[in-house]
């Protein structure tokens, strides 16, 4: 099976501020990873998702996320953010040969402070 | 094209009444799933499917039952609910090709178990 962790559980950052929110998989197969992001009391949206090719993936809303496969990461950042990008951020990953499960971290939120 | 949708968005069960939650997708989607979402432990898969009259367990599966009868929905649900299972549900619905799209998800269910 595979795993993920999301190290900072709240990140607070000041507008216009760079952002990075950080993700460590575990996992003994090759896998595709994926970020999404969840405004307050609504369903999950893809922000960008690795599958293969080059390691860096430019999502929407501005967030890009680099696959490192050596330090197992696939972090996530943006270089200036708005108030609009406070909400709560999950780094997922699933088994590219098996891909039928998703497994998520446990979250950060954002907080973008005026 | 209304994507996916859950029913109810909220309910108040007292404990050991019984309930079934609704998933509905419209985008001819071969996967579905069921999650729950607590504080500070991320989305954990409850069950899925990969087609129409076939399901399977998830990380956290017991005190669950699902059936997807039809391939546009995904029923999952409650025999006899406990407190612990307050929580919020999300269904999600993919195809089968993850390298075409990703998992849409619902806007969320909120079950308080008294």
């Known amino acids: 099976a595979q795993s993920v962790t999301q190290l900072d559980s709240q990140v607070p950052v000041f507008e216009e501020a760079p952002v990075e929110l950080r993700c460590n998989y575990s996992?003994?197969?090759?896998?595709?990873l994926f970020w999404y992001v969840q405004y307050p009391n609504q369903g999950l949206q893809l922000l960008l998702k690795?599958?293969?090719?080059?390691?860096l993936v430019k999502g929407i809303n501005g967030f890009e996320a680099e696959f490192n496969k050596s330090q197992t990461s696939f972090h996530l950042r943006k270089p200036s953010v708005h108030i609009s990008d406070t909400a709560e951020y999950f780094c997922?990953?699933?088994?590219?040969?098996?891909?039928?499960?998703?497994?998520f971290g446990t979250g950060t939120s954002l907080t973008v402070i005026p | 094209n209304a994507g996916v949708t859950q029913t109810p968005k909220f309910r108040v069960l007292k404990t050991g009444q019984s309930m079934t939650l609704l998933c509905a997708q419209d985008?001819?989607?071969?996967?579905m799933y069921w999650y729950r979402q607590d504080p500070g432990m991320g989305l954990r898969l409850i069950h899925y499917?990969?087609?129409?009259?076939?399901?399977a367990k998830g990380e956290v599966p017991d005190g669950y039952n699902v059936s997807r009868l039809k391939k546009q929905n995904f029923l999952l649900g409650l025999e006899s609910a406990a407190p612990s299972q307050t929580s919020v549900y999300f269904c999600?619905?993919?195809?089968?090709?993850?390298?075409?799209?990703?998992?849409?998800f619902g806007p969320g269910t909120r079950l308080l178990v008294l």
């Open positions: 999600a619905s993919r195809p089968r090709d993850l390298l075409k799209e990703t998992q849409y």
């Open positions: 996992s003994s197969v090759s896998v595709y």
């Open positions: 690795y599958l293969s090719g080059s390691t």
């Open positions: 997922a990953v699933s088994a590219t040969a098996t891909g039928n499960q998703f497994y």
């Open positions: 985008m001819n989607h071969e996967y």
């Open positions: 499917s990969v087609g129409e009259g076939t399901t």
